[in-house]
């Protein structure tokens, strides 16, 4: 079994496995429906990211202090000038309560 552990604070905190072997391991519990993976229909575009800051109540000079970019670059990234690296998607995605975004590019 592949698993990766993530430590807070140097200790162990989550464990990470293939969505397989995470099927595996609740069909093994007895669990008697698994839960289904994620549809990408689920997750907002990153396109819909000017509408999410909104709804969370968000200027965008407070979000961008809070991912660690200018609020230039990220009304570029609003009006899809430009398209953000793994780790800003990341941190927008921890700002704004958004699971999925890691996965786009």
Do not use: F
């Not at 993530?6 to 609740?26: M, T």
């Not at 839960?35 to 979000?63: F, M, T």
């Not at 793994?86 to 700002?95: D, F, K, M, P, V």
């Amino acid at each position: 079994m592949s698993v990766q552990v993530i430590s807070r604070d140097g200790e162990p905190e989550y464990a990470v496995i293939p969505w397989a072997q995470y099927q595996a391991l609740l069909q093994a519990a007895g669990t008697a429906q698994p839960v289904a993976a994620p549809k990408s229909d689920d997750v907002p575009a990153i396109s819909k990211l000017s509408a999410l800051r909104e709804a969370k109540g968000l200027d965008i000079d407070a979000l961008a202090r809070a991912v660690g970019i200018s609020p230039h670059y990220l009304k570029m990234i609003e009006s899809g000038e430009r398209e953000p690296d793994a780790a800003i998607q990341r941190a927008l995605a921890w700002n704004l309560g958004v699971e999925g975004w890691e996965s786009d590019s």
